[in-house]
């Protein structure tokens, strides 16, 4: 099953230590935690709003 990121919606998500399978490190925001989606659907619509936020900082 695919992992996502909370934050940024982005599936490039990998464990932060292998051997604590409880903290996952997003490669894209930077997110660093426990919580992590595996609803696809969900973690569309979160890297659409993340995108229009960081769209409007630029």
């Not at 464990?15 to 903290?23: A, G, H, K």
């Not at 609803?39 to 993340?50: H, P, Q, T, V």
Request: charged share 30%.
């Amino acid at each position: 099953m695919t992992k996502y990121c909370p934050v940024c919606g982005s599936s490039n998500v990998e464990w932060l230590l292998p051997q604590t399978w409880s903290v996952w490190y997003c490669k894209d925001c930077g997110y660093i935690g426990s919580l992590i989606v595996e609803d696809g659907e969900l973690a569309e619509k979160i890297r659409k709003e993340w995108e229009k936020k960081h769209l409007q900082r630029e």
